[in-house]
């Protein structure tokens, strides 16, 4: 027997309003919203639920998992998510594989993947 993920949870002070950001990011909507203290969106295409959950404390240091995303123009949704909000953190590259590491309004880190610099 082995466990399969479900869906990936963002902890963050207002859901609702961080709906809107990662709803116009992923392209998909809110699908339940628990008295605005727990969202969960539609999983996008290809893509697990993404949950929205309000926790009192405010984000501290880095993120110890995070979600990559990948993309053929990674240059140009990097750019499409700074202008929803996000704001780019850094630029990795290794032998075979380029990254943008950026925080979602709230200051969760993630990953885009994918295409050319």
Known sequence: MAIHMGMITIDCADPRGLAE???A??????????????LVLAP?????????????????????VHVDFGGDDRAAEVKRLVELGAKEVAEHD??????????????????????EH
Do not use: H, I, M
Request: glycine share 16%; proline share 10%.
């Open 21 to 23: 950001f990662w709803t």
């Open 25 to 38: 990011a992923l392209g998909t909507t809110v699908a339940q919203d628990y008295a605005g203290e727990f």
């Open 44 to 64: 996008p295409e290809g893509g697990l639920p993404l949950g929205l959950q309000r926790v009192p404390e405010p984000r501290a240091g880095k993120n110890r």
């Open 94 to 115: 290794v032998p075979g594989l380029a990254w943008t590491v950026l925080t979602d309004p709230e200051g969760n880190e993630f990953c885009v993947s994918g295409g």
